[in-house]
C-alpha cells in the first residue's frame, strides 16, 4: 500500500493537489480544478488515484464532492520518512565518531 501511495504521489498534478489541501484544507473537486491546469475530467481521475491510494478522504455535500488529507495514509508516509531519518542520522553519528577516534 505504501508503494501506491508514492507512485500517486509520483505525479506531478497528483503532488500539487495534495499539497494544495494540506496548505489550504479541504476543497471542492471545483475548486480543485481551478487551481491545476489539466482539464476536469483529468483532475477527476487523478482525485480517484489519489483516493484509492489512501491520500485523500471524499466527502458528498449534495452535489459537491469536498476532498481532504487522509491523515492516516499520509501519516503512513511520514512514519516511512521517519524511520529512514532515524537510520540515517544514527549513521552519520557513527562515521562522525569512527572519524573522531582516528583523528585522537
Known sequence: MLS??????GDPTRLAI????LDDG??????ICARVTVSA????????VLC????????????RRIYSPD?????A???????????????VDRLQAAVEQGES
Do not use: C, T, Y
Open 77 to 91: 508516509i511520514n512514519d516511512w520518512f521517519g524511520l529512514h531519518v532515524q537510520f540515517w542520522s544514527d549513521s
Open 26 to 31: 479541504e476543497q471542492s473537486a471545483g475548486e
Open 52 to 63: 484509492a491510494a489512501g491520500l485523500l478522504l471524499r466527502r458528498v455535500d449534495r452535489q
Open 4 to 9: 501506491n501511495r508514492f507512485a500517486a504521489l
Open 41 to 48: 475530467p483529468a483532475v477527476s481521475r487523478h482525485l480517484k
Open 18 to 21: 495534495v499539497e494544495s489541501l
Open 71 to 75: 491523515p492516516v495514509g499520509l501519516g
